[in-house]
């Protein structure tokens, strides 16, 4: 009966954490309703190791924390070292964050969606059924990521890379990797 409650518990307590990391909890300390000032930069359409796609025009669905987006900077620099191959980013925020759909998260300008990567380099999407997905790339990428950031998280379905510890499964993402950079998550979502 205890263990019946305690892996209960547990089960809930993952549930929660999952869903607070998921959707971000709060976009402005203040009052949550109200838009964040600080979600005000956008990522440029490209830069030293990483690229665009599926943008807006003038980029309105890259917006972030300025430590967001100069997180993603730094990884380019990074990234550019040791590949010659630039990585992809999707949606991160709008300005002023909050409800951004279909997305359930980025709301907090701390995320960004990104693009596996594809074993002929090509600037297009895939997924980790399809032949062109480039495992070894991808996960390349991940440790880079966990190096610069040892607490970011990934969520990529991947198994092969859960296994490893580098990303973590979350529903419909077979074809995305969902990056949340700790540098940002103090500030915004009170310690989730
Ligand atoms: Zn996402």
Not at 14 to 40: E, F, L, M, Y
Not at 74 to 89: A, M, Y
Request: charged share 25%; proline share 7%.
């Amino acid at each position: 009966m205890l263990l019946a409650l305690r892996s209960y518990q547990k089960v809930q307590n993952w549930h929660q954490a999952d869903a607070c990391c998921s959707t971000g909890s709060v976009r402005n300390a203040a009052d949550p309703k109200k838009p964040n000032p600080n979600i005000n930069t956008t990522l440029p359409e490209s830069g030293p190791g990483f690229r665009t796609y599926n943008r807006e025009e003038n980029g309105v669905d890259q917006v972030g924390l300025p430590e967001t987006i100069a997180f993603i900077q730094r990884l380019g620099g990074e990234w550019e070292k040791e590949s010659d191959i630039p990585f992809q980013v999707g949606d991160i925020s709008r300005a002023g964050g909050g409800s951004f759909p279909p997305h359930e998260a980025h709301q907090n300008g701390t995320e960004a969606d990104l693009r596996p990567f594809r074993k002929d380099g090509a600037m297009e999407p895939t997924n980790i059924n399809d032949a062109s997905y480039d495992r070894d790339k991808t996960r390349q990428w991940c440790q880079l990521v966990k190096r610069i950031d040892p607490g970011a998280t990934i969520l990529f379905n991947d198994s092969q890379l859960i296994k490893e510890g580098l990303t973590r499964f979350y529903k419909g993402h077979h074809n995305h990797l969902h990056l949340r950079p700790s540098l940002t998550s103090d500030s915004l979502d009170q310690g989730c």
